[in-house]
Protein backbone atom coordinates (compact mmCIF):
# COMPACT_ATOMS: atom_id res chain seq x y z
CA UNK A 1 0.00 0.00 0.00
CA UNK A 2 1.44 3.76 -1.03
CA UNK A 3 2.28 6.01 1.65
CA UNK A 4 0.99 9.49 1.00
CA UNK A 5 2.97 12.85 1.68
CA UNK A 6 2.09 16.29 1.69
CA UNK A 7 4.01 18.49 -0.93
CA UNK A 8 3.60 21.94 -2.50
CA UNK A 9 3.75 20.89 -6.21
CA UNK A 10 3.69 24.59 -7.63
CA UNK A 11 2.98 27.99 -5.94
CA UNK A 12 0.06 28.31 -3.82
CA UNK A 13 -1.12 24.81 -4.64
CA UNK A 14 -0.76 21.84 -1.98
CA UNK A 15 -1.12 18.37 -2.71
CA UNK A 16 -1.30 14.76 -1.22
CA UNK A 17 0.38 12.21 -3.61
CA UNK A 18 1.36 9.08 -3.35
CA UNK A 19 4.61 7.35 -2.31
CA UNK A 20 5.62 3.72 -3.46
CA UNK A 21 5.66 1.84 0.45
CA UNK A 22 9.91 0.73 0.44
CA UNK A 23 10.43 -2.60 2.20
CA UNK A 24 13.06 -2.22 5.66
CA UNK A 25 16.05 -2.24 5.04
CA UNK A 26 18.77 -4.52 7.73
CA UNK A 27 18.96 -1.96 10.50
CA UNK A 28 16.29 0.18 9.80
CA UNK A 29 12.37 0.56 11.16
CA UNK A 30 9.13 1.69 9.82
CA UNK A 31 7.95 4.85 11.37
CA UNK A 32 4.43 5.01 11.13
CA UNK A 33 2.96 9.17 11.62
CA UNK A 34 0.18 9.79 14.68
CA UNK A 35 1.09 13.30 14.53
CA UNK A 36 3.12 16.13 12.36
CA UNK A 37 3.25 20.30 13.21
CA UNK A 38 3.05 22.72 10.94
CA UNK A 39 5.85 25.26 11.44
CA UNK A 40 4.04 28.12 9.29
CA UNK A 41 6.37 30.69 9.43
CA UNK A 42 8.80 28.28 7.42
CA UNK A 43 6.12 26.02 5.63
CA UNK A 44 4.03 28.88 3.74
CA UNK A 45 7.16 30.34 2.48
CA UNK A 46 7.61 27.62 0.01
CA UNK A 47 3.91 27.82 -0.77
CA UNK A 48 3.99 31.66 -1.27
CA UNK A 49 7.78 31.34 -3.48
CA UNK A 50 9.47 33.50 -0.94
CA UNK A 51 12.03 30.36 0.59
CA UNK A 52 15.53 31.61 -0.36
CA UNK A 53 16.26 28.25 -1.52
CA UNK A 54 14.12 28.95 -4.48
CA UNK A 55 16.14 31.43 -5.86
CA UNK A 56 19.44 30.42 -4.61
CA UNK A 57 21.66 28.29 -3.44
CA UNK A 58 23.81 28.01 -0.36
CA UNK A 59 27.28 27.19 -0.24
CA UNK A 60 28.49 25.36 2.18
CA UNK A 61 32.24 25.35 1.53
CA UNK A 62 32.03 29.26 1.06
CA UNK A 63 29.32 29.89 3.55
CA UNK A 64 27.79 31.80 1.05
CA UNK A 65 24.30 32.49 -0.89
CA UNK A 66 24.89 32.48 -4.94
CA UNK A 67 24.89 29.40 -5.87
CA UNK A 68 22.39 27.40 -8.17
CA UNK A 69 18.84 26.83 -6.15
CA UNK A 70 19.57 23.92 -4.01
CA UNK A 71 15.10 23.87 -3.89
CA UNK A 72 12.78 23.43 -6.60
CA UNK A 73 8.97 22.69 -7.48
CA UNK A 74 7.95 20.55 -6.29
CA UNK A 75 8.88 20.20 -2.74
CA UNK A 76 8.59 17.04 -1.49
CA UNK A 77 9.54 17.14 2.12
CA UNK A 78 7.41 19.48 4.11
CA UNK A 79 7.74 20.37 8.02
CA UNK A 80 10.06 18.65 10.57
CA UNK A 81 7.74 17.43 13.45
CA UNK A 82 6.56 14.41 13.78
CA UNK A 83 5.69 11.91 16.35
CA UNK A 84 5.51 7.93 15.52
CA UNK A 85 5.67 4.55 16.53
CA UNK A 86 8.33 1.88 15.48
CA UNK A 87 6.91 -0.43 12.96
CA UNK A 88 8.65 -3.70 11.61
CA UNK A 89 11.69 -2.43 13.53
CA UNK A 90 15.31 -4.38 12.23
CA UNK A 91 17.60 -2.88 14.66
CA UNK A 92 17.64 -3.63 18.06
CA UNK A 93 18.32 0.29 18.90
CA UNK A 94 14.80 1.03 18.64
CA UNK A 95 12.34 -2.20 18.90
CA UNK A 96 8.66 -2.47 17.79
CA UNK A 97 6.40 0.29 19.57
CA UNK A 98 8.82 2.68 20.71
CA UNK A 99 7.36 5.92 20.66
CA UNK A 100 9.42 8.42 18.72
CA UNK A 101 9.71 12.18 17.45
CA UNK A 102 11.76 12.68 13.72
CA UNK A 103 11.74 15.37 10.89
CA UNK A 104 10.64 13.52 7.95
CA UNK A 105 7.90 15.88 6.82
CA UNK A 106 4.56 15.37 6.73
CA UNK A 107 3.61 11.59 5.45
CA UNK A 108 1.87 8.77 6.96
CA UNK A 109 5.18 6.71 7.04
CA UNK A 110 9.15 6.83 6.82
CA UNK A 111 11.42 4.54 6.62
CA UNK A 112 14.19 5.16 9.14
CA UNK A 113 17.34 4.18 10.08
CA UNK A 114 19.32 5.08 13.18
CA UNK A 115 23.08 5.65 10.99
CA UNK A 116 20.95 8.59 8.75
CA UNK A 117 18.10 9.81 10.95
CA UNK A 118 17.76 11.63 14.30
CA UNK A 119 15.25 9.69 16.68
CA UNK A 120 14.39 10.50 20.19
CA UNK A 121 12.48 8.30 22.14
CA UNK A 122 9.40 9.88 23.90
CA UNK A 123 9.65 8.89 27.32
CA UNK A 124 6.79 7.06 29.34
CA UNK A 125 4.03 9.49 30.52
CA UNK A 126 4.36 12.16 28.13
CA UNK A 127 1.29 13.08 26.11
CA UNK A 128 2.49 12.00 22.24
CA UNK A 129 1.10 15.05 20.84
CA UNK A 130 4.16 17.39 22.61
CA UNK A 131 6.51 15.06 20.92
CA UNK A 132 5.64 17.21 18.02
CA UNK A 133 8.60 19.58 19.85
CA UNK A 134 10.96 17.24 20.63
CA UNK A 135 13.27 17.04 17.96
CA UNK A 136 13.15 19.82 16.03
CA UNK A 137 11.26 22.75 17.30
CA UNK A 138 12.27 22.75 21.07
CA UNK A 139 15.75 22.59 20.54
CA UNK A 140 15.66 25.66 18.38
CA UNK A 141 14.12 27.35 21.33
CA UNK A 142 17.15 25.32 24.07
CA UNK A 143 19.60 26.65 21.21
CA UNK A 144 19.04 30.21 21.76
CA UNK A 145 19.96 29.90 25.44
CA UNK A 146 22.62 28.28 24.97
CA UNK A 147 23.87 30.90 22.78
CA UNK A 148 23.01 33.37 25.58
CA UNK A 149 25.11 31.56 27.73
CA UNK A 150 27.87 31.35 25.54
CA UNK A 151 27.56 35.20 25.11
CA UNK A 152 27.92 35.69 28.31
CA UNK A 153 30.73 33.10 29.27
CA UNK A 154 32.02 31.45 25.96
CA UNK A 155 33.19 27.64 26.01
CA UNK A 156 33.10 27.72 30.27
CA UNK A 157 29.28 27.10 29.90
CA UNK A 158 27.96 24.53 31.83
CA UNK A 159 23.89 24.72 32.48
CA UNK A 160 21.41 25.49 29.52
CA UNK A 161 20.32 29.15 32.27
CA UNK A 162 23.88 29.97 32.03
CA UNK A 163 22.73 33.38 30.06
CA UNK A 164 19.18 33.67 31.73
CA UNK A 165 19.87 32.66 35.41
CA UNK A 166 19.03 36.14 37.48
CA UNK A 167 18.61 38.22 34.13
CA UNK A 168 16.14 40.28 32.70
CA UNK A 169 14.67 38.82 29.34
CA UNK A 170 12.92 39.79 26.76
CA UNK A 171 11.59 38.14 23.85
CA UNK A 172 10.31 39.47 20.92
CA UNK A 173 7.43 37.38 18.75
CA UNK A 174 4.66 34.98 20.61
CA UNK A 175 4.58 32.51 18.03
CA UNK A 176 5.38 29.21 18.72
CA UNK A 177 9.31 29.35 18.88
CA UNK A 178 8.93 32.76 20.96
CA UNK A 179 6.54 31.29 23.77
CA UNK A 180 9.18 28.17 24.32
CA UNK A 181 11.44 30.14 24.57
CA UNK A 182 10.23 32.22 26.68
CA UNK A 183 8.96 29.26 28.70
CA UNK A 184 12.80 27.96 28.77
CA UNK A 185 13.99 31.01 30.18
CA UNK A 186 11.87 30.93 32.83
CA UNK A 187 12.24 27.10 33.63
CA UNK A 188 15.96 28.23 33.70
CA UNK A 189 15.93 31.21 36.15
CA UNK A 190 15.12 34.62 34.73
CA UNK A 191 14.31 37.13 37.16
CA UNK A 192 12.34 38.49 34.59
CA UNK A 193 10.42 37.48 31.14
CA UNK A 194 8.43 39.74 28.94
CA UNK A 195 7.23 38.89 25.62
CA UNK A 196 6.25 41.38 23.19
CA UNK A 197 4.12 40.99 20.10
CA UNK A 198 1.59 43.03 18.35
CA UNK A 199 -1.29 40.48 17.95
CA UNK A 200 -3.49 40.17 20.93
CA UNK A 201 -4.73 36.99 20.36
CA UNK A 202 -1.06 35.56 21.44
CA UNK A 203 -0.07 37.98 23.83
CA UNK A 204 -3.22 36.25 25.36
CA UNK A 205 -2.05 32.73 24.88
CA UNK A 206 1.45 33.88 26.69
CA UNK A 207 -0.56 35.70 29.53
CA UNK A 208 -2.30 32.13 29.52
CA UNK A 209 1.23 30.34 30.12
CA UNK A 210 1.79 32.78 32.89
CA UNK A 211 3.99 35.32 30.99
CA UNK A 212 4.10 39.10 30.85
CA UNK A 213 2.78 40.27 27.34
CA UNK A 214 3.15 43.56 26.18
CA UNK A 215 2.12 45.30 22.46
CA UNK A 216 5.34 46.45 20.96
CA UNK A 217 2.49 49.74 19.86
CA UNK A 218 2.85 51.93 22.92
CA UNK A 219 7.11 51.80 23.17
CA UNK A 220 7.74 49.03 25.02
CA UNK A 221 10.91 50.03 24.80
CA UNK A 222 10.28 52.53 27.37
CA UNK A 223 8.50 50.66 29.05
CA UNK A 224 11.18 48.42 29.97
CA UNK A 225 13.75 50.52 29.93
CA UNK A 226 12.26 53.31 32.48
CA UNK A 227 11.61 49.15 34.59
CA UNK A 228 14.98 47.51 34.61
CA UNK A 229 17.68 49.85 35.31
CA UNK A 230 21.26 48.39 36.39
CA UNK A 231 22.90 51.72 36.85
CA UNK A 232 23.23 55.35 35.80
CA UNK A 233 22.75 55.12 31.90
CA UNK A 234 22.64 51.54 31.76
CA UNK A 235 18.97 50.03 31.43
CA UNK A 236 16.71 47.76 29.54
CA UNK A 237 16.99 43.81 28.78
CA UNK A 238 20.65 41.39 29.94
CA UNK A 239 18.99 39.82 26.64
CA UNK A 240 16.15 39.50 23.94
CA UNK A 241 15.22 36.75 21.84
CA UNK A 242 14.39 37.80 18.76
CA UNK A 243 11.89 35.50 17.23
CA UNK A 244 9.62 37.26 14.53
CA UNK A 245 11.12 36.86 11.07
CA UNK A 246 10.56 41.02 10.26
CA UNK A 247 13.27 43.56 10.14
CA UNK A 248 10.86 45.95 12.57
CA UNK A 249 11.22 43.08 15.16
CA UNK A 250 14.81 43.13 14.99
CA UNK A 251 14.79 46.55 15.57
CA UNK A 252 12.57 46.39 18.41
CA UNK A 253 14.83 43.91 19.94
CA UNK A 254 17.43 46.17 19.60
CA UNK A 255 16.01 49.23 21.10
CA UNK A 256 15.22 46.40 24.20
CA UNK A 257 18.56 46.34 25.11
CA UNK A 258 20.90 47.53 27.76
CA UNK A 259 24.31 49.07 26.78
CA UNK A 260 26.51 46.01 25.34
CA UNK A 261 23.56 43.87 25.35
CA UNK A 262 23.11 40.95 22.54
CA UNK A 263 20.03 39.76 20.79
CA UNK A 264 20.02 36.63 20.21
CA UNK A 265 18.22 36.21 16.51
CA UNK A 266 16.15 32.81 16.22
CA UNK A 267 14.11 34.07 13.09
CA UNK A 268 13.72 33.59 9.27
CA UNK A 269 13.92 36.81 7.19
CA UNK A 270 13.03 35.67 3.82
CA UNK A 271 12.20 38.96 2.67
CA UNK A 272 15.71 40.73 4.30
CA UNK A 273 15.96 43.44 7.05
CA UNK A 274 15.93 46.86 5.23
CA UNK A 275 13.96 48.49 8.60
CA UNK A 276 17.29 47.67 10.51
CA UNK A 277 18.36 51.20 11.22
CA UNK A 278 22.46 49.83 12.50
CA UNK A 279 23.23 53.59 12.26
CA UNK A 280 21.12 53.93 15.97
CA UNK A 281 20.89 51.65 18.88
CA UNK A 282 23.12 49.12 17.50
CA UNK A 283 26.23 51.73 17.09
CA UNK A 284 25.38 53.87 19.97
CA UNK A 285 24.62 51.32 22.65
CA UNK A 286 27.74 49.14 21.41
CA UNK A 287 24.98 46.23 20.65
CA UNK A 288 25.55 42.92 19.24
CA UNK A 289 23.20 40.45 17.29
CA UNK A 290 24.20 36.57 17.48
CA UNK A 291 22.48 34.31 14.87
CA UNK A 292 21.26 31.12 16.89
CA UNK A 293 20.02 29.10 14.03
CA UNK A 294 19.95 25.28 14.75
CA UNK A 295 22.46 24.29 12.25
CA UNK A 296 25.21 24.71 14.81
CA UNK A 297 25.74 24.94 18.66
CA UNK A 298 28.18 27.67 19.64
CA UNK A 299 31.94 27.79 18.63
CA UNK A 300 33.52 25.92 21.38
CA UNK A 301 30.50 23.89 22.71
CA UNK A 302 30.10 21.30 19.82
CA UNK A 303 31.44 18.72 22.27
CA UNK A 304 29.57 18.91 25.63
CA UNK A 305 26.33 20.08 23.70
CA UNK A 306 24.43 18.66 20.87
CA UNK A 307 21.08 18.02 19.52
CA UNK A 308 20.67 15.02 21.45
CA UNK A 309 21.20 17.45 24.53
CA UNK A 310 18.87 20.19 23.49
CA UNK A 311 16.17 17.19 22.81
CA UNK A 312 16.85 16.26 26.34
CA UNK A 313 16.24 19.85 27.56
CA UNK A 314 13.32 19.87 25.40
CA UNK A 315 11.53 17.30 27.27
CA UNK A 316 12.42 18.26 30.70
CA UNK A 317 10.41 21.39 29.54
CA UNK A 318 7.05 19.35 28.36
CA UNK A 319 7.40 17.38 31.27
CA UNK A 320 6.82 20.50 33.40
CA UNK A 321 5.11 22.59 31.47
CA UNK A 322 2.95 20.14 29.21
CA UNK A 323 -0.31 20.61 30.57
CA UNK A 324 -0.30 24.15 30.01
CA UNK A 325 1.42 23.85 26.27
CA UNK A 326 -0.91 21.51 25.10
CA UNK A 327 -3.93 23.53 26.36
CA UNK A 328 -2.49 27.19 25.07
CA UNK A 329 -0.20 27.13 22.50
CA UNK A 330 -2.01 23.56 20.40
CA UNK A 331 -4.95 25.61 18.75
CA UNK A 332 -5.76 22.85 16.31
CA UNK A 333 -5.46 19.37 15.51
CA UNK A 334 -6.61 18.51 11.97
CA UNK A 335 -6.72 15.29 10.27
CA UNK A 336 -3.98 14.72 8.00
CA UNK A 337 -6.48 14.87 4.59
CA UNK A 338 -7.56 18.39 5.66
CA UNK A 339 -3.88 19.33 5.30
CA UNK A 340 -3.83 21.27 1.57
CA UNK A 341 -7.06 22.92 2.30
CA UNK A 342 -5.20 24.00 5.94
CA UNK A 343 -2.16 25.44 4.46
CA UNK A 344 -3.49 27.27 1.52
CA UNK A 345 -6.10 29.21 4.40
CA UNK A 346 -2.89 29.82 6.37
CA UNK A 347 -1.19 31.70 3.47
CA UNK A 348 -4.40 33.42 2.49
CA UNK A 349 -5.03 34.50 5.79
CA UNK A 350 -8.68 33.15 6.11
CA UNK A 351 -7.46 31.72 8.70
CA UNK A 352 -5.18 32.39 12.37
CA UNK A 353 -3.42 29.28 14.25
CA UNK A 354 -0.73 29.61 16.53
CA UNK A 355 -0.06 25.71 16.49
CA UNK A 356 -1.53 23.00 13.94
CA UNK A 357 -0.95 19.41 14.26
CA UNK A 358 -1.84 17.00 11.93
CA UNK A 359 -3.11 13.84 13.06
CA UNK A 360 -2.86 10.63 11.01
Same mark, same amino acid.
Given at each position: ???????????????????????????????????????????????????????????????????????????????????????????????????????????????????????????????????????????????? +????????????????????????????????????????????????????????????????????????????????????????????????????????????? +???????????????????????????????????????????????????????????????????????????????????????????????????????????
Amino acid at each position: MPERNLIVAAPGRVEIAEVPEESVPDGGFRARTLFSGISAGTELTFLKGTNPALHAGFDPSLGLFGAPPEQAYPVNRLGYMEVARIEESRTRAFPDGTMVAMTYGHRTGYIGHPLRDRVVVLPDGLDPLLGVYAAHMGPICANG +LLHAAADRFGPAVRSLGDGVLGARVAVVGAGVVGLLTALLARAHGAASVVVLDPTPQRRAVAEALGLEALSPDEDPAVTLKTRWRHAEGDRGADVVFQCRGQAAALQLA +LRLLRPQGTVIDLAFYPGGADEVRLGEEFHHNGLGIRCAQIGRVPRGLAHSWDRERLSAATLDLLRADGEAIRKHLVTAVVPFEEGPALLTALAARERQELQVVLSF
